[in-house]
């Protein structure tokens, strides 16, 4: 059983450029989720799926970013018009729906960074 | 609102030493799961334990052991035998009931185990 995956693992880009992550999760987890996590920091929650369908998200989650899971298996997470503010780490997290037992089992997570 | 407090920001220990990392809770909810995660410097959170609220009961796991104290809003981790393996930066984390799935992670325990 192989664990959540993330691509790619690191990322530099230009201040303005969109940039654009995967999350592949655990197979058969049909929850999914996204977090921020900046340096010396605990991750701070972003967004989440039940399915394809995106449930809850924070007031982190400005206008530029937007989640998607078309399929309901793998996501993707682009930020639009990066700022330098941006640089993070962002995690995936995947679960099965043994609600209210869920446990979230994390990705290796893409660490960002905006010049 | 949630919130989890990990005072120490930092510890150093000497291989083979016991430690405790403390984690400190608040929420209003009378059902709520705590977690513990470990961060190594790969970046992927690893999960540990969860516990329910409605389970008191302390848990030990090899040289891992865990101290849930409902009446101090308490979450503590224990060590045991340290080893340089055990470095790594370690999250506590709460989820209530009613705030759907989303985890609020504590700012974390940076822990060093010197050979």
């Known amino acids: 059983d192989t664990g959540v995956s993330q691509n790619p693992r690191h990322k530099i880009t230009k201040r303005g450029q969109n940039v654009t992550f995967r999350c592949d999760p655990i197979s058969e987890h049909n929850r999914l989720y996204w977090y921020r996590q900046t340096l010396g920091q605990g991750p701070e929650f972003l967004t989440y799926f039940q399915n394809e369908a995106q449930l809850e998200k924070s007031r982190l989650l400005s206008d530029r970013f937007s989640a998607e899971r078309p399929k309901g298996s793998f996501s993707t997470l682009e930020i639009q018009r990066t700022e330098q503010g941006d640089s993070a780490m962002y995690l995936c997290?995947?679960?099965?729906?043994?609600?209210?037992?869920?446990?979230?089992?994390f990705g290796p997570g893409t660490r960002l960074l905006v010049l | 609102a949630q919130k989890v407090t990990q005072a120490q920001t930092e510890i150093s220990v000497v291989e083979k030493e016991d430690v405790t990392l403390d984690c400190v809770y608040e929420?209003?909810?009378?059902?709520?799961?705590l977690f513990w995660y470990k961060q190594p410097p790969s970046g992927e959170l690893v999960f540990l334990i969860r516990r329910n609220s409605f389970d008191e009961q302390n848990e030990i796991s090899g040289r891992y052991s865990w101290n849930f104290q409902k009446s101090t809003s308490s979450f503590n981790f224990t060590i045991t035998a340290s080893q340089v393996v055990d470095s790594a930066v370690y999250f506590c984390a709460l989820r209530k009931e009613t705030s759907g799935s989303r985890l609020t992670f504590g700012e974390g325990t940076q822990l060093t185990v010197n050979p």
């Open positions: 929420t209003r909810d009378t059902t709520y799961y």
């Open positions: 997290a995947s679960s099965a729906r043994d609600y209210p037992q869920e446990t979230q089992y």
